[in-house]
Structure formats: C-alpha cells, structure tokens
Nanobody, 120 residues
C-alpha cells in the first residue's frame, strides 16, 4: 500500500517562511504527479499546487509568486516552499500523489495532513 507522510508544518509569523515535505513509500512503480491541497476550518479543501514527474507545475492564484512546489523523483518526495506567509494561509495542508504501484495500475493517495498556522 502506498502511503504519504507530510512534515514541516508549524507556527510562523506573517511574512515568514515554512517548507513542507511529503515522502511517498510502498510498492511504487511510478508517480505521475504530486501536489498540495489545504483545508481551513469550515472551508472546502482547495488545490494549492501540483507538479508532474516531468516538472510541470501549476498554482492557485492566491499563492502564485509566494509558494514554490518542487520534487525529488528519486526519493518520491515533494516539497512546498512557502514564503511571505499570510494569516489566510492558515490551514491543514494535505499531500497528494497519483501513479502506479505493485498493487494497482492507478492509485490516488492522501497524506494525513500537517497544520500550518500563520499569526498576525
């Protein structure tokens, strides 16, 4: 079974930075894409950023110019560098991955989430 483990969340002041990490493990054949979503209290889960194995990226308009997604394919790990953080960035951030494994031709998995809190 493919599993995702996130780390790097915490408390930071507005204007500060954090880097989130997400490592995939299991009988992975390939990962086509990974990404980050976030969910604030009482709000719907929303896409933050995604990246393909080839390096193509896309970002939510609200984080463009502030967040950078990157990946290390050899380690099956994705990162989210978050700069110029704002209080409205406060949310639980979830890692996402899709690909092929030894169990199924196609999988979609989510991490357990890591909390990011940005204070004023």
């Amino acid at each position: 079974q493919v599993q995702l483990v996130e780390s790097g969340g915490g408390l930071v002041q507005a204007g500060g930075s954090l880097r989130l990490s997400c490592a995939a493990s299991g009988s992975i054949f390939s990962i086509n894409a990974m990404g980050w979503y976030r969910q604030a209290p009482g709000k719907q889960r929303e896409l933050v950023a995604t990246i393909t194995s080839g390096g193509s990226t896309n970002y939510a308009d609200s984080v463009k110019g502030r967040f950078t997604i990157s990946r290390d394919n050899a380690k099956n790990t994705v990162y989210l560098q978050m700069n110029s953080l704002k209080p409205e960035d406060t949310a639980v951030y979830y890692c996402y991955a899709e690909g092929s494994s030894g169990e199924v031709r196609y999988f979609e998995v989510w991490g357990q989430g890591t909390l990011v809190t940005v204070s004023s």
